[in-house]
């Protein structure tokens, strides 16, 4: 048994796991990052559309600031989000975008002066400030009251990526590529690192750590519809899980996005509405201001994507040969909008599609997106359950996103959440919980277990097969667990999953070739996907509401008398067939914005019997303060600072508030 030891163990190779490993190493700490394949392919790199951040600098950008933007995610999130981390990501993200222009992401600039853009698909002139000329632009995007999207053209995802990646290779922080993190190395109360599989000739080896992070994504393909890489698996989460003592939680928040193209499920990014595309029927009928006459095509996705879904229910879908679908109309926007900010689109539709979307419509339909569910951490990062354990980016709930996130917002929160978490896990590696007493026994336990584990399910020789038993899952995820949920379909759907995990000890391989061995992979990571699919949908047959992306159309409202709390999903026995499930009570006393209406969608919360006394609480405080600025005003409602590390807490500069 090899062990490779560091004082932080990174597991994970997207923008979240690379800024906290970056984090953590220039602090000092000894950091190996882990990394199913090689980093400048993770996952992050096909975010097209951009990233927010309140820095105010363009005509319709202006005003804006940390308090907007935090109204923006908390109404996105439904009322779900942890409202301190809302307030710790809203003040950190413009920070976070000028240290990456300071590394070299080519962020588009404002050019000072008239220039036209499309509104409600009207030609519009917006004059640029003077002051504002080459400073970082922004556009509409995430159904934010501002336009607030930093970008590159659409490939925002692979210039902030890259910028990343080169500095943690300037900073000397090694890469382990295509290396799988297979379990944790934990005695129930700590984790020490964690058992790895080397992809390419399948030899386990134990990393041991004082501090680990998780930072392995999204769990998009447990879903048979999705935007998501083939590397999404959730594998990440899935070994947390697998802890025991680890929660996942919101694991039945998974967003579904309005415009993948159909079939193929690529996305085209939400910057397309946002620069002013539209949706349009079979009869090329503009549908949405319909629906929703104020928000339109930029309410938030969740919305979108049920407005779509009951447009096609209602017959209204165009056909092609692979089923219905809805148009994305682009065409207004032109050739040369096209061509320059909206390129990779561009290519995917003449690549996947055949066709140019500068002159034809865009067959769409939403498809899995986005997992705002994952390992719960507290503010900093830290995982609930197991000590030295930590996670952030897609992997986590730390909990900004609630039950839906705003376009935009992900890609800033992998960055956001990398530089604060890398921060705790260095002050945790310095402080006296961070020395590690690790017996080589346990260590050895660990890995005899996990390659126990492997030998016993290459020699198996069942009668079920792998990839059948993960199509079907895919196929129930996508079919019982999606866009509009109901309470049979969803028992339906646990029953079957819970089949088939069971049927997922009987696998038989065809080949047990120890090296690089694709089905002994897959053979390996059902069983862990099930166990995900299983928590999601255990998930959504309890919650007996609608909130965010979490639509039952049994129990359509949005219930925060009963509701407003987070699932807890765990899995304490290798033996059970559904998780436990417990739940996290949100605290409208503490909140700075408590629940409402989102200003879109249905208006018929059931209110909880707090939001009235707080809402009243707050008028207090307000009216005592009088006129005050607005970061006082802030603090005295919920202050959040002290969260943060002290070299993040300073003000942002704007132009508007210097002026
Ligand atoms: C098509 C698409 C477009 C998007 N566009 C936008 C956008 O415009 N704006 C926005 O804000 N958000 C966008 N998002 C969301 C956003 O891109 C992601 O949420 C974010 O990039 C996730 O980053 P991450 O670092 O958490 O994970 P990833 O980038 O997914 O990285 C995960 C890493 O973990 C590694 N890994 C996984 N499992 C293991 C394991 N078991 N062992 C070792 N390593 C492992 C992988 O190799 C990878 O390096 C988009 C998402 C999609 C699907």
Same mark, same amino acid.
């Given at each position: 048994m090899e062990i490779i030891h560091s004082d932080v163990l990174v597991i994970g190779g997207g923008l979240a796991g690379l800024r906290a490993a970056l984090a953590a190493r220039k602090r000092g700490q000894k950091v190996i990052i882990l990394s199913?394949?090689?980093?400048?392919?993770?996952?992050?790199?096909?975010?097209q559309g951009g990233m927010q951040a309140?820095?105010?600098?363009t005509a319709k950008g202006a005003g804006d600031n940390e308090d907007v933007h935090f109204a923006d995610t908390v109404r996105g999130s439904d009322w779900a989000a942890d409202q301190e981390v809302a307030r710790m990501f809203v003040h950190t993200a413009p920070k976070a975008v000028r240290e990456l222009a300071a590394w070299g992401v080519p962020w588009n600039r404002v050019q000072a002066g008239p220039h036209e853009v499309i509104i409600d698909s009207q030609r519009i002139t917006l004059n640029e400030p003077e002051a504002a000329h080459g400073l970082i632009t922004a556009r509409d995007f995430?159904?934010?009251?501002?336009?607030?999207t930093c970008y590159v053209s659409d490939g925002t995802g692979h210039a902030m990526l890259y910028a990343v990646s080169d500095q943690t290779i300037a900073a000397g922080i090694p890469v382990h590529e295509?290396?799988?993190?297979?379990?944790l190395i934990h005695d129930g109360t700590r984790c020490y690192g964690a058992i790895v599989?080397?992809?390419?000739?399948?030899k386990l080896l134990a990393y041991v750590a004082r501090a680990t992070c998780m930072a392995?994504?999204?769990?998009?393909?447990?879903?048979?519809?999705?935007?998501?890489?083939?590397?999404?698996?959730?594998i990440g989460a899935a070994i947390a899980l697998e802890t025991g003592v680890v929660p996942l939680a919101n694991m039945e928040a998974v967003q579904f996005h309005?415009?993948?193209?159909?079939?193929?499920?690529?996305l085209v990014t939400e910057g397309c509405r946002g620069d002013g595309g539209l949706l349009r029927d079979? *009869?090329? $009928?503009? !549908?949405m201001p319909d629906y929703?006459?104020?928000?339109?095509?930029?309410?938030?996705r969740d919305v979108v994507a049920r407005r779509m879904e009951a447009h096609i229910r209602s017959g209204k879908g165009a056909r092609n040969r692979f089923g219905e679908h809805l148009w994305l109309d682009?065409?207004?926007?032109g050739e040369a909008h096209i061509n320059g900010k909206l390129r990779e689109v561009k290519e995917i539709c003449q690549h996947f599609?055949?066709?140019d979307p500068a002159k034809e419509w865009i067959p769409v339909r939403p498809a899995q997106h986005y997992?705002?569910?994952?390992i719960r951490t507290d503010a900093h990062g830290a995982a609930r359950g197991l000590r030295g354990l930590f996670a952030c980016g897609e992997?986590?709930?730390? *909990?900004? $996103?609630? !039950?839906n996130r705003l376009g935009g917002n992900s890609v800033a929160e992998t960055v956001v959440a990398g530089m604060i978490v890398g921060e705790a896990i260095a002050d945790f590696c310095a402080?006296?919980?961070?020395?590690m007493h690790v017996s080589t026994a346990l260590v050895r336990d660990c890995w005899e277990q996990e390659n126990g584990r492997f030998s016993q399910l290459a020699a198996s020789r069942g009668g079920e097969s792998a990839s059948q038993l993960l199509l079907r899952m895919q196929t129930i995820m996508s079919e019982q667990v999606g866009i509009v949920r109901n309470g049979e379909a969803l028992a339906a759907a646990v029953d079957e999953l819970k089949a088939l995990l069971l049927r997922s000890r009987q696998i038989g391989l065809r080949?047990?070739?120890?090296?690089?061995?694709p089905e002994l992979t897959t053979a390996w990571r059902l069983q862990k996907m099930l166990k995900l699919a299983l928590c999601v949908a255990y998930g959504a047959l309890q919650r007996t509401e609608s909130r965010g992306a979490h639509f039952r159309e049994d129990h359509p409202q949005r219930d925060d008398a009963h509701w407003l709390k987070r699932t807890l999903a765990y899995?304490?026995?290798?033996?059970?067939?559904v998780p436990t499930l417990e739940y996290e009570t949100l605290d409208i006393r503490r909140m700075e914005l408590p629940p409402g209406?989102?200003?879109?969608?249905?208006?018929d919360a059931i209110e909880h019997p707090e939001t009235a006394l707080r809402l009243a609480k707050i008028e207090q405080i307000r009216s005592e303060l009088g006129d005050t600025d607005r970061h006082t005003m802030q603090q005295a409602l919920m202050p959040f600072?002290?969260?943060?590390?002290p070299h993040l807490r300073g003000a942002n500069a704007r132009l508007e508030e210097n002026a």
């Open positions: 199913l394949v090689p980093p400048k392919r993770s996952h992050s790199a096909a975010a309140s820095l105010g600098h995430g159904g934010t009251r501002k336009w607030r295509r290396m799988e993190a297979v379990s599989r080397n992809l390419s000739n399948g392995t994504g999204g769990f998009g393909r447990i879903y048979r519809s999705t935007t998501n890489a083939v590397i999404n698996e959730g309005p415009t993948a193209i159909f079939p193929a499920g690529i079979v *009869d090329g $009928h503009r !549908f929703e006459p104020e928000k339109k095509e930029l309410a938030s682009i065409t207004l926007l599609l055949g066709i997992s705002m569910g994952g992997a986590a709930c730390w *909990d900004l $996103h609630g !039950f402080s006296a919980e961070g020395d080949t047990s070739a120890p090296g690089a061995n899995w304490r026995d290798a033996e059970q067939r209406w989102r200003g879109y969608g249905a208006r600072r002290h969260l943060l590390p």
